[in-house]
């Protein structure tokens, strides 16, 4: 008999020891693989075996019927007749509908307006921007004096030159009258006097207008220059209410998204809980089968073990040559002393 590399001793025996679980703790081992071996291939689908007191060998020995009302399947339709596709679809987690979706929360009402109203108030203050342009645009034109004192004219100018004209046509009346009187009419004095009335009148009538025109200009600087101080206020407050607009709405904005967030986080976390919870109840079974199945794996297991022993027989020669070497140690013995 071959043993190793060499021969094996005379006279030796082997013994193999099968060690088993007890029958009820085998029985249930086996019933466990059995169950998970159903749930991998049918996940929580209705599949129940043909006949479940079958042993293998006979016809409906792990043959599975569908026994499930959802009209996916006729009833009583073998699992070894679906497409590959179909069993691969049974033994999902999910069933037939799959493990369910991750889903994302939408965007909130409250963020969608503001969406809206952040598109709408684009460019929003661009009329405030545009009324402060042309604003300061008036309010750095240039006086015009050929033509900005005329609406302030004396507008009782005629009627006041008139009565000067008037005073003066008296006087060169009274003049002449006097003139006559004295014989001295159409003499040379006569004519210095009607000569320095005419120059008189002149300068009057010159000094009433030149009066009259100075102060319409000097009124209508003012009003130009209090007209033009207008149009710059206008400019900056069209410039600041254009701001306050866009900024304000920024800020109306900002409040919508940020209850809008809140919302949308709210709704986000139910449908994470929701996801979880369907993988939780998806998975449970298979939990159970690992919970009882790490019990099992506490207990025993099956193994095999394989022992050696060797009893071999009296040999002479061996008997001879160990008597050989007692003697001669007693011999050496007795010759040392």
Same mark, same amino acid.
């Given at each position: 008999?071959?043993?190793?590399?060499?021969?094996?001793?005379?006279?030796?025996?082997?013994?193999?020891?099968?060690?088993?679980? @007890?029958?009820?703790?085998?029985? !249930?081992?086996?019933?466990?693989? /059995?169950?998970?071996?159903?749930?991998?291939?049918?996940?929580?689908?209705?599949?129940?075996?043909?006949?479940?007191?079958? /042993?293998?060998?006979? +016809? +409906?020995?792990? /043959?599975? *019927?569908?026994?499930?009302?959802?009209?996916?399947?006729?009833?009583?339709?073998?699992?070894?007749?679906?497409?590959?596709?179909?069993? !691969?679809?049974?033994? %999902?987690?999910?069933?037939? *509908?799959?493990?369910?979706?991750?889903?994302?929360?939408?965007?909130?009402?409250?963020?969608?307006?503001?969406?809206?109203?952040?598109?709408?108030?684009?460019?929003?203050?661009?009329?405030?921007?545009?009324?402060?342009?042309?604003?300061?645009?008036?309010?750095?034109? @240039?006086?015009?004096?050929?033509?900005?004192?005329?609406?302030?004219?004396?507008?009782?100018?005629?009627?006041? #030159?008139?009565?000067? *004209?008037?005073?003066?046509?008296?006087?060169?009346?009274?003049?002449? %009258?006097?003139?006559?009187?004295?014989?001295?009419?159409?003499?040379?004095?006569?004519? #210095?006097?009607?000569?320095?009335?005419?120059?008189?009148?002149?300068?009057?009538?010159?000094?009433?207008?030149?009066?009259?025109?100075?102060?319409?200009?000097?009124? @209508? %600087?003012?009003?130009?220059?209090?007209?033009?101080?207008?149009?710059?206020?206008?400019?900056?407050?069209?410039?600041?209410?254009?701001?306050?607009?866009?900024?304000?709405?920024?800020?109306?904005?900002?409040?919508?998204?940020?209850?809008?967030?809140?919302?949308?986080?709210?709704?986000?976390?139910?449908?994470?809980?929701?996801?979880?919870?369907?993988?939780?109840?998806?998975?449970?079974?298979?939990?159970?089968?690992?919970?009882?199945?790490?019990?099992?794996?506490?207990?025993?297991?099956?193994?095999? @073990?394989?022992?050696?022993?060797?009893?071999?027989?009296?040999?002479?020669? !061996?008997?001879?040559?160990? !008597?050989? #070497?007692?003697?001669?140690?007693?011999?050496?013995?007795? /010759?040392?002393?």
């Amino acid at each position: 008999m071959s043993f190793g590399g060499g021969d094996s001793p005379q006279n030796t025996t082997f013994q193999t020891q099968y060690t088993r679980d @007890a029958p009820q703790i085998e029985a !249930a081992k086996l019933n466990l693989m /059995k169950t998970a071996q159903d749930y991998t291939r049918f996940g929580m689908n209705p599949w129940e075996a043909v006949d479940a007191d079958a /042993k293998p060998g006979d +016809d +409906d020995y792990g /043959k599975y *019927e569908y026994t499930g009302t959802d009209g996916r399947y006729a009833t009583g339709t073998l699992f070894q007749d679906l497409t590959r596709e179909q069993r !691969a679809r049974e033994g %999902q987690a999910g069933g037939a *509908e799959g493990i369910p979706a991750q889903q994302v929360a939408g965007f909130d009402p409250m963020q969608t307006r503001a969406f809206q109203l952040a598109d709408k108030g684009i460019g929003t203050y661009q009329p405030y921007l545009d009324a402060a342009s042309q604003f300061t645009l008036q309010a750095t034109q @240039a006086y015009d004096p050929s033509e900005a004192y005329k609406p302030y004219m004396n507008p009782y100018q005629n009627e006041v #030159i008139g009565a000067i *004209e008037q005073q003066f046509d008296k006087a060169q009346n009274l003049q002449n %009258q006097q003139a006559t009187q004295a014989g001295a009419f159409g003499g040379a004095r006569q004519g #210095i006097q009607s000569a320095e009335l005419t120059g008189q009148r002149a300068q009057t009538v010159g000094t009433a207008q030149a009066q009259n025109y100075g102060q319409a200009q000097q009124q @209508a %600087q003012a009003q130009f220059a209090s007209q033009m101080g207008r149009y710059g206020e206008a400019a900056k407050m069209a410039a600041g209410l254009g701001g306050q607009a866009q900024q304000q709405q920024l800020g109306d904005i900002a409040s919508l998204m940020s209850a809008g967030s809140v919302q949308q986080q709210n709704q986000q976390q139910q449908l994470d809980a929701q996801y979880q919870q369907q993988l939780q109840q998806l998975y449970e079974p298979y939990q159970r089968l690992g919970f009882t199945s790490d019990i099992y794996q506490g207990m025993p297991s099956s193994a095999m @073990a394989i022992s050696m022993g060797t009893s071999p027989g009296a040999n002479p020669l !061996a008997q001879t040559v160990g !008597a050989g #070497i007692t003697g001669l140690a007693g011999y050496q013995a007795i /010759k040392g002393n």
